[in-house]
């Protein structure tokens, strides 16, 4: 049986024909020299890889470029990004198998979509629920509804800092993460290697062990009480009820279907509610495998799309993760949760972080690079379209219905937030507005001409002319321009 060469991101079981089949593992220094990663995700990748070098017939290779490993004939999974597909093809005695770590195979998805104009993740979900028979019942979805985000758009409970549920087990370091960070501390001393972020006990499995752990400790404890505030925000309590699993699936330790099937065993078994199993199998099922899947549809300049012509360059405030240079209080707590946690869950994301991005006219390949680099489960095909597409709506709606912009209005509904911050989020213009508030009407004015064709948008367009103050409002953004809020 040849030696099985896994990337770092496909470390389960699952990547293997057999538990007993020889491995290869590649830590590249190269990889690290290109960009300058958050620093916890450059430990996290390492001790996975140092974790999973310990079990089994395995070789782990620190060289400086992968092709420098490659000194035998190996098969390996299908890459999980473009250039590590051509290193791939490039090496002769590699031979490269279908891609495993998703649900839907390529050829099905590639079916589904052929012929369709735009592509919509609701529609590629209910595919997907039927072609593998997850939440149905017969032929009808499970519940008889396909979709029940309305029970899952709950704003934060009155009066409370914290949603009452458990916190997830806490992970115990050992010697290879102390000599992981070792092994850090000197790169940057010695090697000019740079990293973002601060460093910090690791909060993520590297292990499938310590992945298992925390699978069953979410779908007990956590998954009953996911589903009402998912989308909800509390300044004092950035994990409310998520399942904190996306690095460890990104990272190949859980099969994304056996997470899958045990959300939904415990639907089954009466002990979660359908609207939070549902909710949370979309993310995996739908979600995840749609961006993947999308990663490869689209073509390969896809990664540039910027139909909305946002040209501006990051901050250095954003880029550093400068939290405290930032005084409106949800984009500095955010900001300081990528800087010391490398992770903030999908609403943070998508409407602070990306919504400001958006409205700030940021290019979009800076922000999807500074979204890979920021973020412990981020990578190349995880950020392309969910930056490009979903938060930056560069492609102009070939994968949504609309930009996901929004004022302070969502955000002082949606979190706690707006209680104590030094700006209004009813106010546009003057020393308290909000920027969140005025740079929506501004991102509006912006790119009214390409916006108008979009109905999803008629009526934001309408309100963008009853405005009193909008020349002030304008003039107070261009004015703004980079500087921290």
């Given amino acids: 049986m040849r030696r099985r060469w896994l990337f770092a991101d496909q470390l389960g079981p699952h990547f293997l024909d057999s538990p007993d089949q020889p491995v290869l593992l590649v830590e590249s220094k190269a990889v690290f020299r290109r960009r300058a990663f958050h620093r916890q995700k450059a430990h996290l990748v390492l001790s996975a890889?140092?974790?999973?070098?310990?079990?089994?017939?395995?070789?782990?290779a620190r060289v400086d470029t992968y092709a420098q490993a490659v000194d035998e004939p190996l098969t390996v999974c299908h890459p999980t990004s473009r250039a590590a597909r051509g290193l791939v093809r490039r090496l002769p005695e590699v031979e490269m198998l279908a891609p495993r770590g998703f649900v839907t195979a390529p050829e099905d998805f590639v079916a589904w979509a052929r012929g369709r104009d735009h592509l919509r993740l609701e529609e590629f979900y209910r595919f997907a629920r039927e072609r593998h028979d997850i939440l149905m019942d017969g032929a009808e979805p499970a519940g008889g509804r396909w979709n029940l985000d309305a029970d899952n758009r709950e704003p934060p409970p009155r009066g409370v800092q914290r949603l009452d549920v458990p916190e997830p087990p806490a992970i115990v370091e050992d010697e290879i993460d102390e000599q992981?960070?070792?092994?850090?501390?000197?790169?940057?001393?010695?090697?000019?290697?740079?990293?973002?972020?601060?460093?910090?006990?690791?909060?993520?499995?590297?292990?499938?062990?310590?992945?298992?752990a925390r699978l069953r400790h979410f779908v007990t404890h956590r998954l009953p009480a996911f589903g009402p505030h998912e989308d909800a925000m509390l300044a004092g309590d950035p994990l409310m009820a998520h399942s904190l699993l996306s690095p460890a699936i990104n990272l190949g330790l859980l099969d994304p279907l056996e997470v899958i099937e045990r959300a939904e065993k415990a639907y089954r078994e009466g002990s979660v509610p359908l609207a939070g199993a549902e909710g949370f199998i979309r993310q995996i099922l739908g979600w995840r495998d749609f961006v993947w899947h999308l990663y490869w549809y689209f073509e390969p300049d896809y990664r540039a799309a910027n139909e909305l012509g946002a040209r501006r360059e990051l901050p250095k405030w954003f880029a550093t993760l400068d939290a405290d240079a930032v005084g409106a209080r949800c984009l500095s707590d955010v900001l300081a949760g990528v800087r010391d946690r490398g992770w903030v869950h999908h609403i943070p994301r998508l409407m602070v972080l990306g919504n400001y991005a958006m409205q700030r006219g940021w290019r979009p390949g800076a922000v999807a690079d500074w979204f890979h680099r920021s973020f412990v489960d981020g990578y190349e095909w995880v950020m392309t379209a969910n930056v490009i597409g979903m938060s930056q709506f560069a492609d102009a709606g070939r994968m949504s219905t609309k930009p996901y912009a929004a004022?302070?209005?969502?955000?002082?509904?949606?979190?706690?937030?707006?209680?104590g911050c030094r700006y209004n989020p009813k106010s546009r213009t003057g020393d308290d507005a909000c920027p969140f508030t005025a740079g929506y009407w501004s991102f509006l004015a912006r790119?009214?001409?390409?916006?108008?064709?979009?109905?999803?948008?008629?009526?934001?367009?309408?309100g963008l002319h009853r405005l009193a103050d909008l020349g002030a409002l304008l003039d107070q953004e261009k004015a703004r321009g980079s500087r921290a809020p």
């Fill in 49 to 60: 890889l140092r974790h999973r070098a310990l079990e089994g017939d395995v070789r782990l």
């Fill in 180 to 212: 992981v960070r070792a092994d850090l501390d000197r790169w940057e001393r010695e090697d000019g290697i740079t990293f973002v972020g601060n460093d910090g006990p690791r909060m993520f499995p590297a292990t499938r062990k310590e992945a298992l």
């Fill in 407 to 419: 004022g302070g209005a969502y955000i002082d509904r949606m979190s706690d937030y707006c209680r």
């Fill in 447 to 462: 790119n009214e001409k390409s916006l108008a064709g979009n109905h999803r948008m008629r009526q934001p367009l309408h």
